[in-house]
């Protein structure tokens, strides 16, 4: 079962403008949430997390946005650039010391236009 | 460079042949991380060590894959007798222990069983 789900397989924005990236879980006891980032060839870069415990959490142009009671988080990324296009996973973990592994979401590929 | 570095980065084996794939974390971090990502999927996680303690793994890790991580630092991970499902790419992560869950993957290794 997919407890993390990206259902936008894709998304393209202009340069300048807002990217928001979605993300929807189901698993109730996930209590922090993260994003990668992925280039061709590499492997997933950290983004930005956020705790259960917050509804959001900023990082320069960076913003994660969490919604507990819809099982919903987002990504905003202002204004978007062209090195931001890249495969964008959402990914959660529950907080059983000891159980840190991560479940990915299936990716969104951003392509931001110039 | 002192991220997490994957060996070899690509490996074309024929089907029931065995594999060995070696991962070296970020040299402070005590955790580490593997996971498997297929095409259009996010990465599925297989198992992790703390230290050199295995301590989960996943019902992915079939009794042909093995990991060891003997003296805490490198870990590897080989897989006996391949099967072309096992085409896949291999990452490894690592991570602090009071930041567990903001893991710093490696390039990963592209398996392809012909």
């Known amino acids: 079962d997919q407890q993390v789900k990206q259902n936008s397989p894709s998304l393209s924005v202009q340069e300048g403008r807002i990217s928001i990236l979605n993300c929807d879980y189901t698993n109730s006891m996930f209590d922090y949430f993260l994003w990668y980032k992925k280039y061709p060839a590499e492997g997933p870069t950290f983004l930005i997390s956020?705790?259960?415990?917050?509804d959001k959490n900023e990082d320069g142009r960076f913003t994660v946005f969490l919604n507990k009671s819809a099982k919903h988080l987002s990504l905003h990324i202002v204004p978007s650039q062209p090195g931001d296009s890249a495969v964008y996973f959402c990914a959660a973990s529950r907080g059983n010391f000891g159980n840190e592994k991560l479940t990915f979401g299936t990716g969104t590929r951003l392509t931001i236009i110039p | 460079d002192t991220g997490v570095s994957q060996d070899p980065r690509h490996k074309i084996t024929k089907r029931g042949q065995n594999v060995t794939f070696r991962c070296d974390p970020i040299s402070e971090h005590n955790r580490l991380y593997w996971y498997r990502q297929t095409l259009g999927q996010g990465p599925e996680f297989l198992t992790y060590f703390q230290n050199e303690a295995q301590l989960e793994k996943s019902r992915l890790l079939s009794d042909r894959f093995s990991a060891e991580r003997p003296k805490g630092s490198f870990s590897t991970l080989e897989i006996q007798r391949t099967e072309q499902g096992d085409s896949a790419m291999y990452l490894c992560a690592s991570s602090l222990d009071n930041r567990a869950r903001e893991q710093y993957f490696g390039p990963g290794t592209r398996l392809t069983v012909t």
């Open positions: 956020i705790s259960s415990i917050k």
